[in-house]
């Protein structure tokens, strides 16, 4: 019975080893389009609709807290400030 409860630990723990890379490559996934979202922010504040570029920066803000868990981040240079 050890031999089966030893078997089954190392498998749950290769599973959570699985997981966790998942879990890494979501985090980058995101953590990507997040600069993509930046870079568009920057692009519409630079073409004068800064409106367009203040929804995108909520947005943003949006994925930073609730997605990701983190704290908010400054908006790229020379986006108008969020609002919240």
């Excluded at 990507?32 to 519409?44: H, K, V």
Aim: glycine share 8%; net charge negative.
């Amino acid at each position: 019975m050890a031999e089966n409860d030893e078997r089954r630990v190392q498998e749950l723990e290769r599973d959570v080893e699985e997981l966790m890379v998942e879990v890494d490559r979501y985090r980058t996934a995101t953590e990507d389009a997040l600069q993509q979202l930046d870079w568009c922010i920057g692009y519409f504040v630079g073409s004068g609709k800064s409106g367009l570029a203040r929804s995108l920066g909520a947005n943003r803000a949006y994925i930073r807290r609730h997605v990701l868990k983190r704290a908010e981040q400054p908006v790229p240079a020379g986006t108008p400030a969020e609002s919240d």
